[in-house]
C-alpha cells in the first residue's frame, strides 16, 4: 500500500470513529426526549396548560384571582392590598425608555413585564445608596436603568461569568457566593416560578443571608392559582429532580418552551414556601387589586401580576440559623 493510500484508509477509520462517537451521542440526548414526546402524544387531553393557567387570560379570571387572597389569608399567609396609579405607572414608563423599548419585543407581554419592574421599584423604593441585585436578569436592561439614577445595580445569572465581573454575577441564585450583608435590596422577576424543588425556598434563604438588616426582597409575579400544577413542555425534558407527589403535571400548549414552571394553590405556598421561610425574614404577600383597570387602558396586553411576595430582613439576627428543611 503506498503512502496515499494508507493516509486515505487512516482518515476514514477515523472519520467512522468520529461518526459514530457523535451519532451515539445523539442518540443519547435524542431517545429520552422522544419517549418524553411519546407520553405528551399518549397523554389525557385534560392534562394541558390552558385548563390549568388562568393566567392565559387573566382579563376572564378576574374573580378567581381575587379570591385567592382570602384562601391565603385563610392559610395563614398575611395579605395587604395595593393598587397601582396607572398616571403614576405610565410617568414611570417613560422614564426608563431603554426598559420599555426591550420589552415591546415580547407583544402582548410588554406592559406585564414593565409592570413588574415598576412593582420593584415602588415596593422597594430603590434609591441611590442602595446596592441592589436583579437576581436571574438574563439579558434584562433594568440593572442598567438603575445605574442611571445612582443605584449600585448588578445583573445575577448563570449565563455570565463565574463571579463577580463588573456589575455582572455568574452564580446560582441559590448559592451566589456573595458576602452576608452585601445586598441592601434583591428582587427576581418572572423566575420564582422555574426554580424546581426546594431552590425556590433555598433561595429565599439565600436572600436572607445576602441581605443586610433592614434589606427588602420582592419576588414577583407569585404564580398562584386555583391549583397546585407543574408545567412542563412536550419538546424539553424536565429538570431532574422536579416531580412533586401533591402537584398536578400538564403539559405546556402555549409557545413557549421552558421546560418547566410551577404555579401554587394559596394553600401550598404556604405549606411548601410562607411557613419555612427563614426566621430573618418578615414577610408578606402584596395583592394588586385593580389589574382590571390597566387592562382597560392597555387592550390586547396580558396582564397578570396580581401578587407579589415581599419580605423585609429583621433588624435583629436569629443566634442560630435555621436550616432548610
Same mark, same amino acid.
Given at each position: 500500500?503506498? /503512502? ?6 487512516? #482518515?476514514?477509520?477515523?472519520?467512522? #470513529?468520529?461518526?459514530?462517537? =457523535? !451519532? %451515539? ?5 435524542? !431517545? ?14 385534560? %392534562?394541558?396548560?390552558? &385548563?390549568?393557567?388562568?393566567?392565559? %387570560? ?13 384562601? =391565603? ?25 431603554? &426598559? ?9 407581554? *410588554?406592559?406585564?413585564? $414593565?409592570?413588574? *419592574?415598576?412593582?420593584?421599584?415602588? =415596593? ?10 436583579? #437576581?436571574?436578569? +438574563? ?6 436603568? !438603575? ?10 445569572? &448563570? ?28 428582587? /427576581?422577576? $418572572? ?20 441581605? +443586610? ?13 386555583? +391549583?397546585?400544577? =407543574? ?5 424539553? !425534558? ?9 402537584? +398536578? ?13 410551577? *404555579? ?40 397578570? $401580576?396580581?401578587? #407579589?411576595?415581599?419580605? /423585609? ?13
Amino acid at each position: 500500500m503506498n /503512502t496515499v493510500r494508507w493516509l486515505q484508509e487512516q #482518515v476514514r477509520r477515523r472519520l467512522r #470513529v468520529l461518526f459514530r462517537d =457523535l !451519532l %451515539d451521542d445523539e442518540l443519547e440526548t435524542l !431517545l429520552p426526549l422522544t419517549l418524553h414526546y411519546q407520553r405528551y402524544l399518549e397523554s389525557d387531553p385534560g %392534562d394541558r396548560q390552558s &385548563l390549568y393557567d388562568h393566567t392565559l %387570560d387573566p382579563a376572564a379570571h378576574l374573580p378567581l384571582f381575587g379570591s385567592l387572597k382570602g384562601r =391565603l389569608a385563610g392559610a395563614g399567609v398575611p395579605v395587604e392590598d395595593m393598587r397601582v396609579d396607572p398616571a403614576d405607572f405610565e410617568v414611570w414608563r417613560r422614564s426608563v425608555p431603554g &426598559l420599555d423599548r426591550f420589552y415591546r419585543s415580547f407583544g402582548d407581554m *410588554h406592559i406585564e413585564k $414593565c409592570l413588574e *419592574h415598576y412593582l420593584v421599584d415602588r =415596593l422597594l423604593g430603590l434609591s441611590a445608596g442602595d446596592r441592589y441585585i436583579d #437576581v436571574a436578569s +438574563a439579558g434584562s436592561p433594568w440593572a442598567d436603568e !438603575l445605574r442611571r439614577r445612582g443605584v449600585e445595580a448588578y445583573r445575577l445569572d &448563570l449565563i455570565y461569568p463565574d463571579g463577580v465581573r463588573g456589575r455582572e454575577i455568574g452564580a446560582s441564585a441559590m448559592a451566589t457566593g456573595l458576602p452576608e450583608w452585601f445586598a441592601t435590596a434583591l428582587s /427576581t422577576q $418572572c423566575a420564582f416560578e422555574l426554580f424546581h424543588g426546594d431552590s425556590d425556598l433555598r433561595f429565599l434563604h439565600e436572600a436572607g443571608r445576602v441581605l +443586610a438588616p433592614g434589606g427588602r426582597l420582592a419576588v414577583l409575579p407569585l404564580y398562584l392559582d386555583d +391549583a397546585y400544577f =407543574l408545567l412542563q413542555s412536550p419538546f424539553a !425534558l424536565p429538570p431532574a429532580g422536579s416531580a412533586e407527589p401533591d402537584a +398536578a403535571v400538564a403539559w405546556r400548549d402555549d409557545r413557549f418552551r421552558a421546560p418547566y414552571s410551577r *404555579h401554587y394553590s394559596p394553600e401550598a405556598f404556604a405549606r411548601a414556601v410562607f411557613e419555612r421561610l427563614p426566621p430573618e425574614l418578615d414577610a408578606r404577600v402584596y395583592a394588586v387589586s385593580n389589574l382590571e383597570k390597566l387592562m382597560e387602558i392597555y387592550p390586547g396586553q396580558r396582564i397578570y $401580576c396580581f401578587y #407579589v411576595l415581599h419580605a /423585609t430582613k429583621r433588624t435583629w439576627q436569629p443566634l442560630v440559623r435555621e436550616e432548610t428543611q
